[in-house]
Structure formats: C-alpha cells, structure tokens
T-cell receptor, first 115, second 112 residues
C-alpha cells in the first residue's frame, strides 16, 4: 500500500491524559501536514514539515501540542493533558514539494474522543 | 488567501449531473483552484484542479470562467457512492507551504 497511513484509527482517552498519533506518509513525499477536523467542519491546518524541519505552526497548535518528524520519514503528533475540546479527527497528508501532482494525499485520520 | 463560498448542501438522483459552483471573488493571479471529496470517516481525496478554462479528468470536469471569480465542479451521471462532502479550495502557487484552507464544503446527497 503506497498511501498515507495513520495509527491508531480511533483513540478514546480520559481528560488529562497524553496521547500520541503516528503518520506514515508516502515514502517519496517530502512534505507532511497535520490537520484537525471537527464534526461538520472542514479540516483545519495545524502544522507542516518539509523533511524533518517543522516550517509552520498554526495558532490552533497550543503548547499542549507537539509534532515531530525525525529523519524526515514518519511523524508523530502528541497532545498533552487532553481536554474535551481536543476531540476531533486528526488528519495527516503528504505531498511532493516539487514535480508530480500538486494534489495532497490524506490518510484516513485518527479519531480522538476525550471523555 | 481568497475566501471561497459554496452551497452548504445539494440533493441529486442517480444518473444525473451534479454541478457545484464555488465563488472566490478575491482570487489572486497566482492562485489555482482545487477540489476535494471527502467520505465519512475518511480523509479528503483530491479530485481535480485548474487555473482557467476547462479541465477534465476521469472523475469530473472543472469549469473556470475568464475572470476566475468562480468555478464549477461538474460530476457526470452520479451514483449513490458519490454521496460525500465536496470542498472548493484556492491554493496559492508559491514554493513554500501550500497549505490547504478548507471551508465548510458542500454536502452532496445522491438519492436512488
């Protein structure tokens, strides 16, 4: 499978716990993006990486959120001290910065429920 | 970045053509228009993109008038499986970022 993989698909956690999500992009894609989507809304940009460098972060990405992309391959998104408002679908996307299609490839997302 | 406006929802029937028009009055010279489709519990899927006139692929057609202030996604002969949310986006053509800014999308319901 050459698509974008996200793990886990679903996560239920208690308020105050830490959670970590993983994204494996398409191997030749050097850009990786994280988005958050709440029910009935379009995805909202959180952050993106070019290779291992995190180049932009949204104001939505509070200090409880951290993302990494070691070695420019897979990426992790960690949420510390989760709050009920963090409940959402977290989507990862990748694309090649130069050449090829401009279209992004999204994963199926990780649905987080904070209880 | 240009804001997009599209209908909240549309109903159609199997076999009909569905046309979704998106307004982007403040589109810049270097912006292009792209459309994504999203099924429940899945990530958005790229459908088509264009800069001007008409673009067609195996899934859809995209019509962009000369002033580029709007665009129309055309889905020919829809089936039940085309029920989804369709997003119109304007993307800046620049080297860095190219992050996508989604609006609320258009919920298309295809009925039997």
């Amino acid at each position: 499978d050459t698509g974008v993989s996200q793990d886990p698909r679903h996560k239920i956690t208690k308020r105050g716990q830490n959670v970590t999500f993983r994204c494996d992009p398409i191997s030749e894609h050097n850009r990786l993006y994280w988005y958050r989507q709440t029910l009935g809304q379009g995805p909202e940009f959180l952050t993106y990486f070019q290779n291992e460098a995190q180049l932009e972060k949204s104001r939505l990405l509070s200090d409880r959120f951290s993302a990494e992309r070691p070695k420019g391959s897979f990426s992790t998104l960690e949420i510390q001290r989760t709050e009920q408002g963090d409940s959402a679908m977290y989507l990862c996307a990748s694309r090649q910065a130069t050449g090829g299609s401009y279209g992004y490839t999204f994963g199926s997302g990780t649905r987080l429920t904070v209880v | 970045l240009a804001k997009t406006t599209q209908p909240i929802s549309m109903d159609s029937y199997e076999g009909q053509e569905v046309n979704i028009t998106c307004s982007h009055n403040n589109i810049a010279t270097n912006d292009y228009i792209t459309w994504y489709q999203q099924f429940p519990s899945q990530g958005p899927r790229f459908i088509i993109q264009g800069y001007k006139t008409k673009v067609t692929n195996e899934v859809a057609s995209l019509f962009i008038p000369a002033d580029r202030k709007s665009s129309t996604l055309s889905l020919p002969r829809v089936s039940l499986s085309d029920t989804a949310v369709y997003y119109c986006l304007v993307v800046a053509f620049k080297a860095a970022g190219n992050k996508l800014t989604f609006g609320g999308g258009t919920r298309v319901l295809v009925k039997p």
